[in-house]
């Protein structure tokens, strides 16, 4: 089961993906696509190898296949995918809620 966290007093976070570093996501020994607790990842074929014609790719061909995290907003910082990546290829920046002032009590 996964939550979607999308309430403004909770903590913002922004996933970077160093796709030049995860070159082969499928055969990937640690993935974090499976890793997740929360789903966030998926791997897709890299629009840029079949956007021109059909073009076979293939899970150990490097670029064939791109890691995306089109869940962020189910991302609850657990940071499970950074500390396992092999490849040092994710980053999570964790940005805390604005904290509002507390209304003026009038007596």
Known sequence: MSI????PALPKVKIRIA???CKTPMVCPSPCYKLCPQGVFI???NPMKVAKK???VSNETPGDYMLVAPMIPKCVGCM???EKCPMGALKI???PPKE?????KSD
């Open 4 to 7: 979607t966290l999308t309430d």
């Open 19 to 21: 796709n030049d570093k």
């Open 43 to 45: 791997v897709a074929a």
């Open 54 to 56: 059909w073009t076979p």
């Open 80 to 82: 499970i995918c950074v």
């Open 93 to 95: 920046k964790i940005k």
């Open 100 to 104: 509002e002032p507390e209304p003026e």
